[in-house]
């Protein structure tokens, strides 16, 4: 114990302590906060001032960096408040009670309107922040219909935009992995293999996206419901609830808002689809614009998400308010203040989105500047443990580093090179390619579930699910998934068979099935 509490090892102190205040308190801003104040007293030594000084910095950080306009976090805080407006204005043109009763001749039960969501969210895979804030915003309406709590729209939300952006060539994880596996395949000798088709052999080995996709279609088609997310489901089914009551709300529009009666579902998908193209496109023009190439991996590489998100808002917006204007014109009822109205009630309710963003944001700073990444990495790199557990290792720490620091983009950036290093000095090329999927797959659990991680506070936002509530829920599934995985990386460590590690894998999945069917029985409503 004493050696832990250490200095070497206090970097690790104020991740830790959000992460158990998060699940002991269950207030994320409180959590955030407590971990915001944690790590600035150990980044400045102890000084008061110093830690004070060291958060100004880190929240003047998120709007301006190095003298201009910080593109990244300051965007994605504009996007979500164009989105938010957008959303009520698709609300009072009557698109999105038009779009849910369309929809309802589409689909005509919970299980088909839960496979909808799932497929749109694996179908949106050219991003994840993209996938998650517009899978929820589309699939909402219809999962309300059904009673769908809103905690399990926000779980088929995550995980399908993290974890299938990261198994995605085309997309904008997959160009930053290629660019990552490059030099560790020089430095192997490796140079008959593309950092192209090294990708694709990454593909079967990432075992928790793998896992975690199949058990999201197991809870689809068998209503596997445990732990929290078998009491929201509970809510959602018996009483009609499917929010979570007790707890702050993001993403929802006020109910008092006047909305047409007669309208089309163009009001709402012609807005998202403008958003959605734009996005894209503009994606695409911007990584060539950067790139001063037009070859798909370079563009994808290069490409600026955040400056498409601003332009796929302002042309979705724009969209938005031409179907507003169209259905209300002839209606007494709404005046100019309506307008008001609107943006006023898009903004409230993205604002506890932005508000949780900033904290994460601002502890993502410090906890950089902890080094708390470069702990756990040396922990990898100096341990001594046979080759054949060393995959399972790896991906634990994975998991870890990217739990306590809520980005997996930062854990892939350190752990993929000190792995890469590890196995090459080990001689185990073999092993290269199986240990960065170990990395990759641990990163996107971490990423998965962390409460201060990007993807999961705009998967709460965009499904429109308390975010702790989210993370809660969640988490069961998510650990059962990593626990199977493990077992994968386990095996593939030993046998080096990958497609004797996918069969334990699929045979622990049916093993879940049967358990389920057992020992869970679907929540049924009562009879009338």
Not at 155 to 184: E, F, H, K, N, R
Not at 215 to 243: C, H, N, P, S, Y
């Amino acid at each position: 114990m004493e050696s832990f509490l250490s200095w070497e090892y206090m970097p690790l102190i104020p991740p830790l302590l959000t992460l158990v205040l998060v699940v002991l308190t269950r207030k994320v801003g409180i959590s955030l906060g407590a971990g915001i104040i944690t790590a600035a007293f150990v980044v400045a030594g102890g000084s008061i001032t110093g830690s004070l000084s060291l958060v100004w910095e880190a929240f003047i950080g998120i709007f301006i960096a190095e003298g201009a306009i910080n593109t990244w976090e300051a965007f994605i805080l504009i996007f979500l408040t164009m989105l938010g407006i957008m959303t009520a204005f698709m609300n009072m043109s009557g698109g999105a009670k038009a779009f849910t009763n369309w929809a309802l001749n589409k689909f005509k039960t919970r299980r088909s309107a839960g496979l909808a969501t799932g497929i749109l969210g694996i179908i949106i895979f050219i991003d994840d922040y993209f996938s998650a804030l517009i899978t929820g915003q589309v699939a909402r309406p219809l999962s309300d219909k059904y009673n769908i709590s809103r905690a399990k729209l926000a779980y088929y939300v995550d995980t399908t935009a993290s974890p299938v952006s990261v198994i995605a060539p085309i997309s904008s994880w997959g160009a930053g992995v290629m660019g990552l596996v490059a030099p560790l395949l020089i430095a192997a000798g490796l140079t008959d293999i593309s950092p192209f088709q090294a990708f694709l052999y990454l593909i079967p080995m990432n075992f928790y996206v793998i896992t975690a996709l199949i058990m999201m279609f197991i809870v689809i088609l068998t209503r596997f419901d445990i732990g929290l997310m078998r009491e929201q489901e509970r809510k959602a089914i018996v009483d009609g609830v499917v929010v979570d009551e007790m707890r702050e709300v993001p993403g929802d529009t006020d109910e008092d808002l006047p909305s047409v009666n007669s309208s089309s579902s163009q009001a709402l998908l012609v807005p998202m689809i403008g958003l959605a193209a734009t996005v894209i496109i503009m994606m695409f023009i911007t990584g060539g614009l950067e790139a001063g190439a037009w070859s798909l991996f370079e563009i994808l590489e290069n490409t600026l998400v955040t400056h498409s998100l601003i332009a796929g808002g302002i042309v979705g917006l724009v969209l938005s308010l031409f179907y507003y204007f169209r259905y209300t014109r002839a209606n007494d009822a709404f005046g100019p203040d309506k307008i008001w109205l609107g943006i006023k009630t898009g903004f409230k309710a993205m604002f506890p989105a932005m508000l949780v963003l900033t904290l994460a944001w601002i502890i993502g700073n410090l906890i950089s500047q902890l080094g708390t990444g470069d702990v756990l990495g040396a922990m990898v790199e100096n341990s001594n443990l046979p080759v054949s557990i060393l995959l399972g290792v790896v991906f634990v720490v994975a998991c870890i580093m990217a739990l306590a620091t809520g980005t997996s983009w930062g854990s892939f950036g350190i752990l993929i090179p000190v792995t890469g290093e590890i196995m090459i000095s080990l001689g185990e090329t073999d092993l290269l390619l199986p240990a960065i999927a170990a990395v990759l797959a641990g990163a996107v659990f971490g990423d998965h579930c962390s409460p201060i991680s990007d993807s999961t506070i705009l998967s709460s936002t965009g499904a429109g699910s308390n975010h702790i509530t989210h993370v809660l829920t969640q988490l069961p599934y998510a650990v059962l998934s990593a626990s199977i995985a493990l077992v994968g990386y386990i095996i593939l460590g030993f046998t080096s068979s990958v497609w004797l590690s996918l069969l334990a894998i699929f045979v622990l999945l049916a093993v879940v099935v049967f358990v389920s069917k057992a020992v869970y029985k679907p929540i049924e409503k009562p009879a009338q």
